[in-house]
């Protein structure tokens, strides 16, 4: 470990000064319940902001020191009356040094400069909302240090590291700069997933964590960087996974998914091989192999036994229900079901894991939804599926098309074809926006079923749209 007189150490291992005034403000709340009401209040005005508990503990922690300016406009509507600096915040052009550099004619950074990962989280977040705004997926995930396949970014800026170029003979130590490189394409990856599914995204992600990997193998002064690096390639590994996983690439995601454990148990991060092992399930029951789902599930619940989140116990409880379904064991299945709910109802707490972000109870009604149609229960699945779509945040683009997909089949599968269409003609309506390779796949599944009940009012629409958009290249 470096010494802190140690004149090699990055300027960016000096601990940040605590946020207390915008700690102040989150009161009785948990970090996952404010975040959850900073999406709510960007949606009231329109901006679009992946909030979540890791964001949240890094502003009060005093690592990020100004906000972007999406988030700034937020927080404003949130706290009408109060600056910036009321909330605790440095202003914009001491923290970015514009200003003082200017004054004093100093040069600007050289390209291998350890900033502070707050000037590099103001800059890089707007760049990535303007690009959401105007070139889609493909181009956020080709700015902010994921460069597009064919250019040659600099292998000595942070940037350049995380776009799997090789680092130059003289770079720094990989500090925290680097770490928190990882950290926010991950958060990238998992956006620009919720909003627009895995397609078109999966290739470009591969690079980032070639990089991640290569960071690991530079190797870190501070213990406290390399398991940052650990857990933020592991989860990389895991979000890649999860672009092939819905892209139908299911030996891919295996890879990656072994990728992710492995990292773990080096680390001996029981945290990332929950995680792992989580995903592992949720595969294995896509690919039909349900026993090796139920095993996976439980290695996962006894990797988090002595974590204190109980809604990752619950979602580890829902996959375990999943294989249990697939192998039509229905007793196995309900004490499965019965654990996730008892879990769930516990409520959230700061213990969970940022990645859970999306478990609500909209996916806990989905999920169980999938289980129930997986044993032949098809009103009772209808029945789920309705909730999940009702529960659903909007934000979540891809799981509103997964889930009325899931009804659009629960309803065929029962006899109701004219609301099947229905649902299912809102799911084409989604598919611009959406790349899901399971949606499309469930979606030809109700087309199958509906085929015979043509003549059913809404069906013939449905199943004509069906077959221009499945005729299109993916």
Not at 43 to 64: F, N
Not at 130 to 157: C, N, V
Not at 320 to 327: R, S, T
């Amino acid at each position: 470990m470096t010494s802190p007189a140690d004149p090699s150490a990055s300027v960016t291992d000096v601990l940040p000064r605590p946020n207390t005034a915008f700690r102040q403000l989150r009161g009785r709340l948990s970090p996952g319940e404010f975040a959850a009401a900073v999406r709510r209040a960007a949606r009231e005005i329109g901006e679009q902001v992946s909030c979540d508990a890791r964001y949240v503990g890094r502003v009060e922690a005093g690592e990020i020191r100004c906000p972007n300016y999406a988030y700034e406009r937020v927080f404003r509507h949130m706290f009408p009356g109060l600056t910036p600096a009321d909330m605790g915040f440095a202003p914009r052009e001491r923290v970015r040094g514009r200003g003082a550099r200017a004054q004093a004619g100093t040069a600007p950074p050289a390209p291998d400069d350890h900033r502070d990962p707050s000037i590099q989280s103001c800059e890089e977040s707007d760049v990535l909302r303007r690009a959401f705004m105007t070139g889609g997926p493909a181009a956020a995930l080709g700015i902010a240090g994921l460069a597009p396949l064919g250019t040659a970014p600099d292998p000595r800026s942070t940037a350049g590291r995380l776009s799997g170029a090789a680092p130059s003979k003289g770079a720094r130590q990989v500090g925290r700069a680097e770490a928190a490189a990882v950290e926010d394409a991950v958060r990238r990856i998992r956006l620009l997933d919720d909003r627009h599914g895995a397609e078109g995204i999966y290739r470009r992600a591969a690079q980032p964590l070639r990089a991640a990997y290569a960071l690991l193998d530079a190797g870190a002064h501070r213990q406290s960087v390399t398991d940052r690096l650990h857990a933020g390639a592991g989860e990389l590994a895991i979000s890649v996974g999860w672009l092939a996983h819905d892209s139908g690439r299911f030996g891919d995601a295996r890879s990656h998914y072994a990728e992710a454990l492995a990292t773990a148990r080096v680390a001996g991060d029981p945290a990332l091989e929950a995680h792992a092992f989580c995903n592992t399930a949720f595969l294995a029951r896509d690919a039909g192999r349900p026993r090796e789902a139920v095993r996976a599930a439980q290695a996962a619940q006894h990797a988090a036994k002595h974590l204190s989140s109980r809604r990752l116990q619950s979602l580890l409880a829902l996959r375990e229900a999943g294989g249990w379904a697939g192998l039509g064991d229905r007793a196995g299945c309900e004490e499965a079901l019965l654990r996730a709910h008892r879990l769930f109802a516990r409520g959230p707490s700061d213990a969970d894991p940022e990645w859970m972000s999306f478990y609500g109870e909209a996916e806990l009604a989905g999920l169980e939804a999938q289980c129930w149609s997986a044993l032949g229960e098809h009103g009772r699945a209808t029945e789920h599926a309705r909730r999940a779509v009702a529960l659903q945040e909007p934000h979540f683009t891809r799981n509103t098309a997964l889930y009325t997909a899931e009804l659009a089949g629960d309803l065929a599968d029962s006899g109701a074809p004219d609301e099947a269409a229905a649902a299912g003609l809102r799911v084409l309506g989604l598919l611009d926006e959406v790349g899901s390779a399971r949606i499309r796949s469930m979606l030809a599944g109700t087309a199958r079923t509906l085929r015979s009940r043509r003549r059913t009012p809404g069906v013939a629409d449905f199943l004509d749209r069906h077959a221009t958009v499945a005729a299109r290249p993916a």
